[in-house]
């Protein structure tokens, strides 16, 4: 399983994390993940914006569908989540 390991090295099993989506999200999942850094940064950046935006127009009492806010900040979520294991799976690679 991986890479044959040297002398004084040691494998290190990262948490599992389960996640529970439903069908649409899974697709949104799986099309971060084939993502390159740059893409994640770029895609993060446009999410934070969207969500700057739809939160004046829920202020200005103008937003279509609440919903939005809260897809939006699951998907900033998902991005950080991705972009954290990515930093531990590296950190553990180079242990």
């Known amino acids: 399983m991986g890479l044959p390991l040297s002398e004084g ?5 990262l948490p599992l994390v389960v996640l529970v989506v439903r069908i649409m999200s899974a697709i949104k999942i799986a099309e971060l993940r084939d993502m390159s850094v740059d893409q994640l940064e770029a895609t993060l950046k446009e999410a934070k914006e969207k969500l700057f935006h739809l939160r004046l127009q829920a202020r200005m009492e103008r937003l ?22 990515r930093k531990l799976q590296k950190e553990t690679i180079t242990q």
């Open 9 to 13: 090295e040691k494998r290190v099993q």
């Open 64 to 85: 279509d569908s609440p919903s939005e806010l809260k897809k939006n900040k699951r998907l900033i979520a998902r991005i950080l989540t991705l972009k954290s294991l």
